[in-house]
């Protein structure tokens, strides 16, 4: 069964919480799914391997493969 977008970044937000960051889901319109990310601001998050579009690139695979109307993620 298909995720909701709310559900994909649940998931990922469990991701990214062990460092002290979070990610939400602000809005989908028009096929763009809108989505916060904001990390901790300590020096570990710097070296993070994770980059913002790499993050954004797993999030549009994950939306994609559960919800085919949105084709496009924007982190704000």
Do not use: K, W
Request: negative net charge; charged residues 20%; proline residues 4%.
């Amino acid at each position: 069964m298909p995720l909701s977008p709310t559900d994909v970044v649940a998931q990922f937000h469990q991701m990214v919480a062990s460092d002290g960051s979070s990610l939400s889901l602000v809005a989908v319109e028009n096929g763009c799914a809108q989505v916060r990310y904001q990390t901790s601001g300590d020096a570990h998050c710097e070296t993070c391997v994770l980059t913002p579009s790499d993050l954004r690139d797993m999030l549009s695979e994950a939306f994609q493969r559960n919800d085919r109307g949105i084709r496009e993620v924007e982190m704000v």
